[in-house]
């Protein structure tokens, strides 16, 4: 497997962890049972984005890699990746990374006063809407991510 594959498998899974873990903050958590995993599940979409864009990134420039479509069979090539979406989603990983490992600690002193799983979900998505849209390729879907 070489390094634009990799980088793909690895940015197509930062897309897909953030739904994963909206979906099991909604149906699985009860009464803010999990919050921290569905937490350190944003934080493994993070790494891995960041992880799939610094080597995309690397073999750019190494290897002059123009365009490199992410999941065509799953999202039917909606996403691409240049240098500039590349850029935008390593900040955006960057900033879901750190947010993420900081919410951990800091949400459960709330977990007793406040229903998380919404915060969950609502974080997870966004989390998803924010990738999904800096990697768009199309009008369709830039307008529904």
């Not at 099991?24 to 960041?50: H, K, Y």
Request: with cysteine.
């Amino acid at each position: 497997m070489d390094i634009v594959t990799l980088s793909s498998v690895l940015i197509g899974f930062g897309l897909i962890v953030p739904i994963i873990a909206a979906l099991g903050a909604l149906v699985l958590s009860s009464d803010n049972e999990g919050n921290t995993i569905f937490q350190w599940c944003l934080v493994l979409a993070a790494s891995l984005g960041l992880a799939g864009v610094g080597m995309w990134v690397g073999a750019f420039i190494g290897g002059g890699v123009g365009v490199l479509v992410v999941l065509p069979g799953i999202f039917g090539g909606f996403f691409q990746v240049t240098l500039l979406s590349a850029g935008f989603f390593g900040l955006i990983c960057a900033g879901t990374l750190l947010t993420s490992v900081y919410a951990v600690s800091y949400l459960a002193h709330y977990e007793r006063m406040y229903a998380l799983r919404w915060l969950n979900t609502a974080s997870a998505l966004f989390v998803f809407g924010m990738m999904a849209t800096v990697l768009s390729s199309t009008l369709f879907s830039f307008l529904v991510f």
